[in-house]
Nanobody, 124 residues
Framework: QVQLVESGGGLVQPGGSLRLSCLASGSIFRIRINAMGWYRQAPGKQRELVADITSGGTTNYANSVKGRFTISRDNAKNTVYLQMHSVKPEDLAVYYC????????????????WGQGTQVTVSS
């Protein structure tokens, strides 16, 4: 199996910065990774995509975070990051790491793996 562990969440003031990390471990060697990304779920709202990055390095951002957040990847460390700048109160949410990929022996199905989530609180 694959485990995703997020870290870096916490309290940040409006306008401040925070960096989230997601470490993938387990049977990751069996996975052909298509993309890794970050989702978030604010209180009372549905989970939404924040940003993702494909195996080829293409990035995608929600309109609400464009210009403020940056997603990056360190393949050697099996880690993906979300650098958050100029945070707003509406960024308050639980942030979840996601990995999409194909498992060896199951080439016709794309799996999705999720981390446990890390809380980001924006407050002055």
């Amino acid at each position: 199996q694959v485990q995703l562990v997020e870290s870096g969440g916490g309290l940040v003031q409006p306008g401040g910065s925070l960096r989230l990390s997601c470490l993938a471990s387990g049977s990751i060697f069996r996975i052909r990774i298509n993309a890794m990304g970050w989702y978030r779920q604010a209180p009372g709202k549905q989970r939404e995509l924040v940003a993702d990055i494909t195996s080829g390095g293409t990035t995608n951002y929600a309109n609400s975070v464009k210009g403020r957040f940056t997603i990056s990847r360190d393949n050697a460390k099996n880690t993906v990051y979300l650098q958050m700048h100029s945070v707003k109160p509406e960024d308050l949410a639980v942030y979840y790491c996601n990995l999409r990929g194909v498992v060896a022996g199951e080439p016709g199905y794309e799996y999705g793996f999720w981390g446990q989530g890390t809380q980001v609180t924006v407050s002055s």
